[in-house]
């Protein structure tokens, strides 16, 4: 296994986007990957993340 992570953007209700580094294997299920980054966004108040995985984009860095 080589080491690397992903990138998870998340769009928000404000316009902008959360883009979060998820440690996870390259084999690691997208579903899985954008549970890990939403989980991370602030559950606060606003902004807040879109929890639409049609929404989010992923992508492996090495």
Excluded: K, N, T
């Excluded at 928000?12 to 440690?23: E, H, I, L």
């Excluded at 690691?28 to 807040?48: I, N, S, T, V």
């Amino acid at each position: 296994m080589r080491s690397g992570y992903w990138l998870v953007a998340l769009p928000a209700v404000d316009g902008r986007q959360y883009v979060y580094r998820v440690y996870a294997p390259e084999d690691a299920l997208p579903a899985d990957l954008f549970w890990a980054a939403w989980h991370c966004h602030d559950e606060a108040a606003l902004p807040r993340a879109w929890d639409v995985f049609d929404a989010a984009a992923i992508r492996r860095r090495d």
